[in-house]
């Protein structure tokens, strides 16, 4: 009989942990979940209808540089957006090594203009591309940022569904190859929704686990 509670006791527990491990892995994601696919306005105004928390860091940097702005309002383009976790991981680390370093913190508002308008660009590509411009290629796409004529990549998926693998959700892996070959050699940043249509643009939103600037951002503003 013990023996048998014992049993029980050690299954429910398991059972919790599990529930609960599942419940956080959503939590990381389910603020950021696509519910719309189209919106009657410019990838700029997209961005600023979203909710406080979503997109403010993003906004701050964008309103820095006018052309970034106008590129958003008027051009066409793709743009694949940091949310503000992405920002404030950045931010974190970058602090954490000027702190060490006895040097004052650095913050969005005060970052280098050059160094803070490359990196952003980099999420801003010519043209309006969808997930099916790159679904036919099996080892991506080169893109280039609007600004800094940068080159990135983007790289077509398939999630996997109900034990099928491929069988659920396309996604799009964000790529900063650094110029190399090698796949090793690159930072990937994953989607969490993608195709969202505005009138000048399409908006790819990515994971709040990307930090900005790939891994570029502690290496040109700690300076």
């Avoid at 043209?127 to 004529?149: C, E, L, R």
């Amino acid at each position: 009989m013990k023996k048998n509670q014992y049993f029980i006791k050690t299954f429910t527990l398991c059972a919790m942990i599990l529930f609960f491990a599942g419940c956080k892995k959503k939590s990381i994601y389910e603020d950021y979940v696509n519910t719309t696919q189209s919106f009657n306005g410019s990838a700029m105004a997209y961005l600023q209808a979203q909710p406080k928390g979503t997109f403010d860091s993003l906004l701050l940097v964008i309103n820095r540089f006018p052309n970034l702005k106008d590129s958003l309002t008027n051009q066409k383009v793709t743009l694949f957006a940091p949310v503000d976790k992405s920002f404030q991981a950045s931010i974190k680390y970058l602090n954490i090594q000027r702190k060490s370093e006895g040097k004052t913190p650095i913050y969005l508002s005060s970052a280098s203009d050059v160094d803070l308008y490359f990196m952003v660009s980099q999420y801003i590509i010519r043209g309006v591309k969808t997930a099916d411009d790159f679904s036919s290629k099996p080892d991506g796409a080169d893109v280039v940022s609007i600004s800094s004529n940068y080159t990135m990549h983007v790289d077509y998926r398939k999630l996997s569904a109900s034990g099928f693998v491929g069988g659920g959700a396309a996604s799009l892996d964000f790529s900063d190859s650094y110029g190399s070959l090698l796949r090793a050699d690159w930072t990937t940043a994953t989607t969490d929704a993608i195709n969202i249509k505005t009138t000048n643009a399409t908006i790819n939103i990515l994971s709040p686990l990307h930090n900005f600037g790939f891994d570029r951002f502690i290496y040109l503003l700690d300076k």
